[in-house]
Nanobody, 115 residues
Framework: QVQLVESGGGLVQPGGSLRLSCAASGRIFSLYAMGWYRQAPGNERALVAHISSGGSTLYAESVKGRFTISRDGAKNTMYLQMNSLKVEDTAVYYC?????????WGQGTQVTVSS
């Protein structure tokens, strides 16, 4: 199976930055897509950013120009650089790996943006 471990969350002031990491271990696929999702209290889990096996990226409109998704294949790690954070970015952030028709989720990391 696949294990995903997120890190890098925390408390930051509005306008600040954080960098999330998602490290994959266990069964490693040759081709897989990864993504970041977030869920705020009372809301459904929603896509933040996605990166394909070929490196193509997709972002939610609300984070375009502020967040950057990337991956390091050698380290089996995905990143989310979050700049110009807003209060409304507060949520639990989850990483997801998709391969061979299956989805694997991490446990999530809390991001709180507050003054």
């Amino acid at each position: 199976q696949v294990q995903l471990v997120e890190s890098g969350g925390g408390l930051v002031q509005p306008g600040g930055s954080l960098r999330l990491s998602c490290a994959a271990s266990g069964r490693i696929f040759s081709l897989y897509a990864m993504g970041w999702y977030r869920q705020a209290p009372g809301n459904e889990r929603a896509l933040v950013a996605h990166i394909s096996s070929g490196g193509s990226t997709l972002y939610a409109e609300s984070v375009k120009g502020r967040f950057t998704i990337s991956r390091d294949g050698a380290k089996n790690t995905m990143y989310l650089q979050m700049n110009s954070l807003k209060v409304e970015d507060t949520a639990v952030y989850y990483c997801r790996l998709t391969a061979e028709g299956s989805h694997y989720w991490g446990q999530g990391t809390q991001v709180t943006v507050s003054s």
